[in-house]
Nanobody, 123 residues
Framework: QVQVAESGGGLVQPGGSLTLSCEAS????????MGWYRQVPGKQRELVAS???????NYADSAKDRFAISGDSTRNTVYLQMNTLKPEDTAVYYC?????????????????WGQGTQVTVSS
């Protein structure tokens, strides 16, 4: 079983910064990609940023100039540094992990989600 746990959400004023952390733990062979998504009520969950094992990153247009995703492979952890936050960044942020499970002879990708952490940007 694989667990994905987020931390670091909270209330921040517009223009402020916040860092989210996400750790994947449990029984898996390796990580393929981890990322952050966000969702507001009535809308679909959307990608914010992702980081692949090889170092490739992918950002939503709204996050490109303000957010930075990074990782610590020794801790199976990814971070999302969010700067210059705006009220429209308010959402529940979910961590997503694509990991390989199985064994050396037969492995396959599976995806797991965290429970989500609330980020509220408001004065």
């Amino acid at each position: 079983q694989v667990q994905v746990a987020e931390s670091g959400g909270g209330l921040v004023q517009p223009g402020g910064s916040l860092t989210l952390s996400c750790e994947a733990s449990g029984n898996f062979l390796s990580i393929h990609r981890m990322g952050w998504y966000r969702q507001v009520p009535g809308k679909q969950r959307e990608l914010v940023a992702s980081l692949s094992t090889g170092g490739a990153t992918n950002y939503a247009d709204s996050a490109k100039d303000r957010f930075a995703i990074s990782g610590d492979s020794t801790r199976n952890t990814v971070y999302l540094q969010m700067n210059t936050l705006k009220p429209e960044d308010t959402a529940v942020y979910y961590c997503h992990a694509f990991v390989y499970i199985g064994n050396a002879n037969a492995r396959f990708l599976n995806e797991f989600w965290g429970q989500g952490t609330q980020v509220t940007v408001s004065s």
